[in-house]
């Protein structure tokens, strides 16, 4: 750290920026079910109607269960990588930020999917974001400083890949059936499944 303050060069703590993290992680999978809510003008006249309610908001419900698991399964994915450097520096930051940024957006796209998934555009801002979010991520590993390879290393990649993928099948299925467009996107559900399949056929080193 002392060369580089000598030369000028602006470091920043990978602790400062993983406080950073964490914390924006924590606030846009808690905002996620703002818009899973009944309607203010809705008047249940007994329990038969209150449940019909309910089961009504699974359009909401589906695009909320899927951001939560995609954010939660790319916080463990940051949270695997493992670097000895102590310091990142301004051009690595930046791609943090922007990547940070977008996860911000997260329940921003979710909210308009859930309110017009029949829409083909809603659900291509959905996957697109989703998309962008997993390009940015396995940018920002294939920078990392320092960074420490192995199965930690395997699952990141596998899990971006993953996301990737269903992205991208989702916006496939757009044209062929919108109405079943969303569920490309539980391919992230198996995702651990893949994960511990792959482990247990590696061959080690």
């Not at 999917?113 to 989703?130: C, E, K, N, Q």
Request: charged share 15%; proline share 5%; net charge positive.
């Amino acid at each position: 750290m002392t060369a580089f303050a000598e030369r000028g060069i602006a470091m920043f703590p990978k602790a400062r920026l993983d406080a950073l993290h964490d914390g924006i992680f924590s606030v846009a999978m808690t905002l996620l079910v703002l818009d899973v809510r009944l309607p203010e003008e809705f008047r249940p006249r007994d329990g038969a109607e209150l449940a019909a309610g309910i089961v009504n908001l699974w359009p909401k419900f589906l695009p909320y269960l899927l951001s939560f698991a995609v954010l939660g399964l790319r916080w463990l994915a940051s949270i695997e990588i493992r670097s000895r450097a102590e310091y990142y520096n301004r051009a690595y930051v930046n791609l943090w930020l922007f990547y940070l940024l977008l996860i911000t957006c997260v329940p921003f796209s979710t909210i308009v999917v859930g309110r017009y998934a029949s829409l083909a555009p809603a659900v291509w801002l959905y996957a697109g974001h989703l998309l962008l979010i997993a390009l940015v991520s396995m940018q920002m590993v294939a920078l990392t400083p320092h960074l420490e390879r192995g199965e930690h290393f395997r699952a990141n990649r596998l899990g971006g890949t993953v996301l990737v993928a269903s992205a991208l099948l989702t916006i496939a299925l757009t044209f062929v059936d919108l109405r079943i467009a969303m569920w490309g996107l539980a391919l992230n559900f198996v995702q651990p499944v893949i994960a511990r399949w792959g482990r247990s056929r590696i061959i080690p080193d």
